[in-house]
């Protein structure tokens, strides 16, 4: 199915949401307890809308902050795809549509000027405490202005620009840390200007239109910015302004944009923060620093949150599409052939827990998908457990997943396991002692719940019914049913 993507600004997306009833407004909720609290409640409901804040006490009436965008059928609507696709559908459906935006990538264009511009704060009126960040979960080490955001950096060597997700802790009203983990290609980026000892430019956009925001937090391969990806998805290019100090791109219709620079070795303790995983992770680490030089916004600002949470909620919802669509791709891009199904499942925070079937065609298929599946661009970090089952089980539906591991599988036989994966300091499983000699990683376990190929034929058959006897009773007796 082609896709339609009809809008381009957030506003443009938040006007089509609301005219399918999937937009309310909330008034007075406190920074300090009831917007984090309330998010966690929405997020957690996959019928709930999306949902501004606005008159939060003690913030002018206007700036607003936006939760849950991602959340229900507003993620087809992101896709370009009509409501009533199903998960599987829709995962499917963008697979073939990002394919063809990645082969055909649309350039960012410069522009002028742009809404971004229409508040400009430097120097002494730079204050990034003007905007009322929630505390979204009550252990947080401070409050995130950085959730539903991307940082904008460049590569000091080739000069590639990367836009990636990474979250962002107010320290006081010129500065902000921000968390990245090791082999993510902004602190690849980041790290190249600490080993040349210069200083970092960033810009950090803090509320976007959301077809660019999921870009930007899709592995989307080093050396590609997400920009031109959205674009080409998208099938207009992005319009982008010049950062005026620091030269970087981002949307000219953004709604909030910091820049500023981080200097070699300037680190402060940041975190912990709720995290994907449900729990809160890097206890109060040093983090580097961003010295905010400017802010820009534009009138009546709108801050996007995209908390992570206890999973399954909007955001292991949200990523489960992409990254089920993604990995797919990196399989048969690695040339393993026949996968029919492949599902980043939600309960393992769209990460951890990864369904694969496939149409068996030689000895060996089974382990090959489950190993790519493990390291594949976009498997490989923080994965653990990895099922991989025959055509006939839909890997989506987690009850089928489990139930074809636990009847299929034997376990003396069917698990292999590969130590010191890439993972990272937020993997709960990871012992305090490990994680203090900074190592991060963890292991994978493959299990191959395929019917075992050289003697398949002699698997007990399966005791459904035939389906086209199926279809007559229900077609005879559905009646007695309804
Ligand atoms: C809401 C949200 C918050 C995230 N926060 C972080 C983070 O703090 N640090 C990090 O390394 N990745 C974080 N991620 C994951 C990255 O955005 C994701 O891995 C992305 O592919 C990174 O971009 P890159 O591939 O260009 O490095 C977050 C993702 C989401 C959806």
Redesign the pocket.
């Known amino acids: 199915m082609k896709r339609n993507v009809t809008y381009d600004s957030l506003r443009d997306f938040l006007r089509e949401i609301e005219a399918l009833g999937e937009l309310r407004v909330i008034r007075g909720a406190s920074w300090q307890e009831e917007i984090g609290a309330l998010t966690d409640v929405l997020q957690h409901d996959e019928k709930a809308p999306a949902v501004i804040f606005d008159e939060v006490p003690g913030y002018p009436k206007g700036f607003r902050v936006l939760v849950n965008a991602f959340g229900g059928k507003r993620q087809n609507i992101i896709l370009g795809f009509p409501p009533d696709l199903t998960k599987v559908q829709l995962s499917d459906n963008f697979l073939g549509e990002y394919r063809e935006a990645k082969a055909s990538r649309l350039p960012f264009e410069f522009v002028e000027d742009g809404p971004v511009f229409e508040n400009r704060l430097t120097g002494d009126a730079v204050d990034v405490l003007k905007f009322p960040t929630p505390l979204w979960h009550p252990g947080d080490g401070g409050r995130y202005i950085g959730?539903?955001s991307f940082n904008v950096s460049r590569d000091p060597e080739d000069g590639w620009i990367?836009?990636?997700?990474?979250?962002v802790m107010i320290h006081d009203r010129n500065s902000v840390g921000?968390?990245?983990?090791p082999g993510?290609?902004?602190?690849i980026h980041r790290d190249k200007f600490a080993e040349r000892g210069e200083p970092m430019p960033v810009a950090m956009v803090l509320g976007c239109d959301p077809l660019t925001f999921l870009m930007?937090?899709?592995?989307?391969p080093s050396g590609v910015c997400?920009y031109d990806i959205a674009g080409a998805y998208r099938g207009r290019p992005m319009k982008v302004v010049k950062g005026p100090v620091t030269g970087l791109p981002f949307p000219a219709d953004a709604e909030i944009v910091l820049e500023g620079f981080v200097q070699p070795g300037n680190a402060r303790a940041e975190g912990p923060f709720g995290e994907?995983t449900g729990f809160y992770g890097s206890p109060g680490d040093d983090a580097p620093v961003l010295d905010v030089k400017a802010i820009y916004h534009r009138d009546n600002p709108i801050l996007v949150g995209?908390?992570?949470q206890v999973p399954p909620g909007e955001?292991s919802r949200s990523?489960a599409i992409l990254r089920s669509a993604i990995i797919k791709e990196d399989l048969q891009k690695a040339g393993v052939p026949d996968v029919t199904g492949v599902w980043a499942h939600e309960a393992g925070g769209s990460r951890m827990l990864l369904g694969i079937s496939i149409k068996q065609r030689y000895p060996g298929h089974s382990r090959q998908a489950g190993h790519v599946a493990a390291q594949c661009a976009g498997g490989a970090?923080a994965g653990k457990y990895i099922i991989v089952t025959d055509e006939d089980v839909d890997v989506s539906d987690l009850g089928e997943l489990i139930g074809a591991m636990a009847l299929r599988s034997d376990p003396a036989t069917a698990i292999d396991i590969i130590n010191k994966a890439w993972s990272t300091a937020l993997d709960p499983s990871i012992p305090p002692s490990k994680k203090k000699e900074k190592d991060f990683t963890n292991s994978r376990a493959i299990i191959d719940a395929c019917r075992p190929y050289h003697w398949k034929d002699q698997y007990p058959k399966i005791c459904l019914p035939d389906p086209e006897a199926v279809k007559r009773v229900k077609e005879k007796f559905g009646k007695f049913l309804a």
């Open positions: 959730t539903g990367n836009v990636g997700t990474y979250r921000f968390y990245i983990s993510k290609h902004g602190r930007a937090c899709s592995a989307i997400e994907w995209a908390p992570p955001s990523r970090y």
